[in-house]
């Protein structure tokens, strides 16, 4: 069992940045490839970014590509999401997700590859 809190959403002006952090804890963290996902309202939720095991890859959805960058710090169990440039489309509350998998490479980008989800933070991006 894992249990996620994220933290540092927030009100930010266009082209303003972010640090979502997202804590792990109850099991080893090290074993889980990590998420991040977005819902905006009336939108379902969607891919943003991932994380392998070993923070040797990453993969991200093409409207977040060059502006954000995922990573972690198995020794904290925790996990990143620097946000930069942000456009008021990236208003949406931002969910980490975990599933165990350790693999090399990580394409995990639907809800349910991910098994343990955060209760997510709001990022709302004003024009």
């Known amino acids: 069992q894992v249990q996620l809190v994220e933290s540092g959403g927030g009100l930010v002006q266009a082209g303003g940045s972010l640090r979502l952090s997202c804590t792990a804890s109850g099991s080893i963290f090290s074993s889980y490839a990590m998420g991040w996902f977005r819902q905006a309202p009336g939108k379902e939720r969607e891919f943003a970014a991932v994380i392998n095991w070993s923070h040797s890859d990453t993969y991200y959805a093409d409207s977040v590509k060059g502006r954000f960058t995922i990573s972690r710090d198995n020794a904290k169990n925790t996990v990143y999401l620097q946000m930069d440039n942000l456009k008021p489309e990236d208003t949406a509350v931002y969910y980490c997700?975990?599933?165990?998998?350790?693999?090399?490479?990580?394409?995990?980008?639907?809800?349910?590859?991910?098994?343990?989800w955060g209760q997510g933070t709001q990022v709302t991006v004003s024009s």
């Open positions: 997700a975990a599933t165990i998998q350790r693999l090399s490479t990580v394409r995990l980008t639907t809800t349910p590859e991910y098994r343990y």
